[in-house]
């Protein structure tokens, strides 16, 4: 395998899509309506690709705290992913997803935290994939058996009692993901409080792409973060830990890896 980047380009994934050591994973979703992503993957999806959906896969069941997406039981996503021939440390994962990463970078980031780096996201999505006239089907795959033990890396997430005694320390900035006005608080589409954990800055998430669902040039990161590039902690949190995701990896790509993820974000902040 060549050094693992955290992003593959379409034209790459089309040269890899009959490669054993690859597994593809559609991660479509959609929060409005529940069902469509697997609608969709039924219809049509890349060839060969599996779907892992967001809140049966993805996300363990909504309790009292937690958030509305709570991180799924380590164990069971390793069952998953080993039933689609996922190969611990050896198989590169590429997951799309047609919400500019919003859903692929939530696998992305929960293989980096059972401790299999070999992830990467695909660049434009499903929907420059299907423009670019490569191959769409709708068989689906069947399963297949690989061994997959995680080693949880428990530095890459923090939890609520974390981001209260860490937050204001000056080696540490917490990072609103939200639309600008949702972390004002002028607009609340979900939670059922608005605003913003006190002292966060704003980076949000759908900044780290164009309209067209293609990452910002690498350069861009690297601009984007330069502010916070020294920082020993960067905590990370959006709505529900889905969309914090896509911060953390381009994180990764301006070479700062100092991100973690605070899984339950404003949805259990506000639950207590």
């Known amino acids: 395998m060549p050094e693992i980047q955290s992003v593959v380009s379409p034209n790459w994934l089309l040269q890899h899509l009959q490669d054993p050591q690859v597994v593809i994973v559609d991660c479509r979703f959609s929060l409005a309506e529940p069902q469509l992503g697997q609608q969709q993957y039924k219809m049509s999806h890349i060839q060969g690709a599996y779907y892992l959906d967001l809140n049966l896969d993805l996300s363990s069941p909504v309790s009292e705290h937690g958030g509305r997406h709570p991180l799924p039981n380590p164990d069971d996503l390793a069952k998953k992913l080993a039933n689609i021939g996922v190969e611990f440390q050896k198989t590169l994962v590429v997951a799309y997803d047609d919400s500019r990463f919003?859903?692929?970078?939530?696998?992305?980031?929960?293989?980096?935290?059972?401790?299999?780096?070999?992830?990467?996201?695909?660049?434009?999505?499903?929907?420059?994939?299907?423009?670019?006239?490569?191959?769409?089907?709708?068989?689906?795959?069947?399963?297949?058996?690989?061994n997959?033990?995680?080693?949880?890396?428990?530095?890459?997430?923090?939890?609520?009692?974390?981001?209260?005694?860490?937050?204001?320390?000056?080696?540490?900035?917490?990072?609103?993901?939200?639309?600008?006005?949702?972390?004002?608080?002028?607009?609340?589409?979900?939670?059922?409080?608005?605003?913003?954990?006190?002292?966060?800055?704003?980076?949000?998430?759908?900044?780290?792409?164009?309209?067209?669902?293609?990452?910002?040039?690498?350069?861009?990161?690297?601009?984007?973060?330069?502010?916070?590039?020294t920082t020993a902690e960067i905590l990370v949190y959006c709505g529900s830990g889905v969309t914090a995701c896509v911060n953390l990896l381009s994180l990764e790509l301006a070479g700062i890896h100092t991100g973690k993820l605070y899984a339950g974000s404003w949805s259990d902040w506000i639950s207590y």
């Open 102 to 146: 919003a859903f692929a970078s939530r696998l992305w980031w929960l293989l980096r935290y059972l401790g299999h780096e070999q992830v990467a996201v695909l660049n434009g999505g499903f929907s420059q994939w299907q423009q670019a006239g490569y191959p769409i089907t709708d068989i689906i795959p069947q399963f297949k058996t690989a």
């Open 148 to 229: 997959f033990v995680p080693q949880i890396q428990p530095q890459l997430l923090v939890d609520i009692t974390d981001v209260k005694t860490r937050k204001d320390l000056p080696s540490v900035v917490l990072v609103d993901s939200r639309e600008s006005d949702r972390y004002r608080g002028e607009r609340e589409p979900i939670d059922k409080i608005a605003g913003h954990i006190p002292g966060a800055v704003n980076y949000p998430w759908m900044e780290v792409t164009d309209a067209k669902g293609y990452l910002i040039p690498s350069t861009e990161h690297s601009q984007r973060w330069q502010n916070l590039a």
